[in-house]
């Protein structure tokens, strides 16, 4: 079990309303990334963070976007919602940003439904 | 296009039943290779990282290896515990964050 959490577990929302998720990261990890997982895929890379800077971005839209606050922590927000948004929300932390240098630890995800 | 593609989608094998999970990729340069284990309702969780062809990792039943265009994973004599999704990812040289995931292998081993 990694230290990374996440919050909500579950949120259902409808298309146009707006959303936060929260990631907390394992202590001492300065670096988090958030990806997005549709059912029975794989997931997409949305941004990372590190030292409450944007650290890189992957193929999503303007209104994903993301905070990372001085103790770490992150949120993700999403702006007018579509039913495509429908997923589970993973993020991820790290000691460093460089992918591969250090291990990633990934919460359980927050599972958003979006009707 | 960088692409990731993992085979088969799903394998069921019996316990003690070895097989391989395939990966192959499409990128300008490869940084690292990853392979994640996830679980129904969690987060992936780390097993290998792979730098250079010819390199192999393993891990308990798990091997991992590396050529030019594809990895494998090996799984040796395998239990009903090995069951999940694996999933292999990539890192392009010239990213430092980004990291492309495929759509992963569901496997399933019967007692």
């Known amino acids: 079990e990694t230290g990374v959490t996440q919050s909500p577990t579950h949120l259902i929302k409808t298309r146009g309303q707006q959303v936060t998720l929260r990631c907390s990261s394992q202590?001492?990890?300065?670096?988090v990334s958030w990806y997005q997982q549709a059912l029975g895929q794989g997931p997409q890379f949305i941004f990372q963070?590190?030292?409450?800077?944007?650290?890189g971005r992957g193929n999503f839209p303007p209104r994903f976007s993301g905070l990372q606050f001085p103790n770490y922590s992150s949120e993700l927000n999403v702006n007018a919602l579509e039913l495509d948004d429908s997923a589970l929300y993973l993020c991820?932390?790290?000691?460093?940003?460089?992918?591969?240098?250090?291990?990633?630890?990934f919460g359980p995800g927050t599972r958003l439904t979006v009707l | 296009e960088d692409q990731v593609t993992q085979s088969p989608e799903a394998l069921r094998l019996q316990e003690g039943e070895s097989s391989s999970l395939n990966c192959s990729y499409t990128?300008?340069?490869?940084?690292?290779l990853f392979w994640y284990r996830q679980d129904p309702g969690k987060g992936p969780e780390f097993l290998f990282t792979?730098?250079?062809a010819g390199e192999e990792k393993e891990k308990e039943r798990l091997k991992a290896t590396l050529t030019k265009k594809e990895s494998f994973l090996h799984i040796t004599a395998p239990k009903p515990e090995d069951s999940a999704t694996y999933l292999c990812?990539?890192?392009?040289?010239?990213?430092?964050?980004?990291?492309?995931f495929g759509s992963g292998t569901r496997l399933s081993i019967r007692p």
């Open positions: 991820a932390s790290s000691l460093v940003p460089r992918v591969g240098e250090d291990t990633q630890y």
């Open positions: 202590s001492g990890h300065n670096t």
């Open positions: 963070y590190y030292r409450e800077e944007e650290n």
């Open positions: 990128v300008s340069g490869l940084r690292g």
């Open positions: 792979l730098y250079s």
């Open positions: 990812a990539v890192q392009e040289e010239s990213s430092a964050s980004k990291i492309i």
